[in-house]
């Protein structure tokens, strides 16, 4: 929390004077030798272009956001930055910047490196004012975004509005910041922390497995950090899965130990290389479907002798339903688009960010298994264990953004949490009642219970 308050601050950069506005100047390199002040320039700096003026750029010491493909190895352009002392912008979700973002990396001044959000010049056509307004404020409130750029549209656009709008945001929400904030940096603290907790959770379900993960954790993170959270979340789930019987205080315990692992998997990539977006989490959808993978796996091996009951029904028909929202969803079904967008855009301005939806179907499907002691009757049995193993892998990967505000990780969890919580009402209330879900008489899942 110490690092959000520090560096959720972002800077506007601008390519015209807005009236009334605090801004920076984005200025191009041929611009350069009109501008008379450049205290509060940034240059842009296009590699394929104006690759041979950049030593002469950089000399000006002024920060610079750099695109494109230079003739330069990546390796002399980061000693070409570090000569210089260059604070150096990448734009996010740049076509051409996988040449800048390598260079970067190589670069041993790796805190002097901001990252850039912009609206594409192409595609100020989908926007109006408010939907442009909002994907600015997300990428400062769920990303830590360090600059807003606004080019100047090729359209009918009222540029000045929509800067006006986004600076009147921000401020609102304490997220402006005159000049670009200097990265974070890591602490060794928080990474012992980190360390100690994850050691514990493992060891409590496994010593070797402990003794194996901890030393890639430390030493070398790339493999380490996923083998972690992995090991991490199968020890929640089975060292769980064999003491819960009361769906509330189980759901509760799960999102409890869930939310530490991530915590610990976010305070291991404390430092500038994670939170400048230049190294991330390796292996987010091995960490996602490593155990709700194995869960149905093995239910489905379980459960060929089942034969289908009312859960399986009802199972059938949400998944029936899911398929058709899918397709609409997918399809050019501009009504349904518009609707969903409008959705979201209603509950950003509402929540300040919003839950994940899998969350909210995953926790009444956990509390179904901690109420039948994770062993189900019905063919699509499975369906329902690896479902609510998703509360546990989700929370967790809401952590593995380096770049995301704990804050942010924090709200969306709990709006899971308590959003799960009122579906969990409904099936105590209705599904437990008419026993729609059913104990299976085969052993339980969890191999300890039979001790």
Not at 75 to 94: I, N, P, S, V
Not at 208 to 229: D, N, Q
Not at 286 to 315: C, H, N, Q, Y
């Amino acid at each position: 929390m110490e690092y959000d308050s520090n560096y959720s601050r972002s800077a506007l950069i601008t390519e015209k004077s807005v009236e009334g506005i605090s801004s920076l100047k984005l200025i191009t390199v041929k611009e350069l030798a009109s501008v008379n002040d450049l205290d509060s320039a940034v240059v842009f700096v296009d590699l394929k272009d104006d690759w041979p003026l950049l030593p002469s750029v950089l000399s000006i010491r002024r920060p610079v956001i750099l695109t494109g493909i230079s003739p330069y190895t990546t390796a002399e352009l980061a000693r070409l930055l570090d000569y210089h002392l260059a604070y150096t912008g990448y734009l996010e979700f740049d076509e051409r910047g996988a040449y800048v973002k390598e260079a970067l990396k190589s670069r041993e001044l790796i805190s002097l490196v901001f990252r850039v959000h912009n609206l594409k010049r192409k595609e100020y056509p989908n926007y109006d004012i408010e939907a442009a307004v909002t994907r600015y404020l997300r990428a400062v409130r769920e990303r830590s975004i360090d600059a807003l750029l606004f080019l100047l549209p090729e359209i009918d656009f009222d540029y000045d509005t929509l800067v006006r709008e986004t600076y009147e945001s921000l401020g609102k929400f304490g997220f402006l910041g005159e000049d670009i904030e200097s990265p974070r940096v890591g602490t060794l603290r928080y990474k012992l922390i980190a360390s100690v907790f994850l050691f514990m959770l493992i060891f409590s379900y496994s010593p070797l497995l402990s003794v194996l993960v901890l030393p890639l954790w430390v030493l070398l993170p790339v493999i380490g950090l996923p083998a972690g959270v992995i090991a991490g979340q199968f020890s929640i789930y089975y060292g769980l899965s064999a003491k819960v019987r009361r769906e509330f205080i189980g759901v509760l315990l799960f999102f409890s130990m869930s939310l530490f692992l991530g915590l610990a998997a976010n305070s291991a990539m404390i430092g500038p290389a994670y939170q400048n977006g230049l190294e991330v989490f390796r292996g987010v959808k091995l960490s996602l479907v490593a155990l709700p993978g194995w869960l149905f796996i093995r239910g489905i091996m379980k459960s060929t002798r089942e034969k289908f009951s009312k859960a399986d029904i009802l199972l059938i028909v949400l998944v029936v339903l899911g398929a058709i929202y899918y397709v609409l969803r997918s399809g050019n079904f501009s009504v349904v688009l518009s609707i969903e967008r409008r959705l979201r855009d209603i509950l950003d301005s509402l929540m300040l960010v919003r839950p994940r939806f899998k969350e909210i179907i995953a926790y009444p499907l956990l509390a179904i298994s901690v109420h039948n002691g994770f062993s189900i009757r019905g063919k699509l049995s499975p369906i329902v264990i690896a479902g609510g193993s998703i509360s546990v892998v989700s929370v967790v990967n809401t952590f593995c953004h380096a770049t995301v505000p704990i804050w942010t990780g924090l709200l969306r969890s709990a709006y899971g949490l308590a959003i799960g919580l009122l579906f969990l009402i409904v099936y105590l209330t209705f599904f437990k009642r008419t026993h729609i879900v059913e104990t299976a008489t085969e052993e339980p899942l969890n191999p300890k219970d039979r001790e």
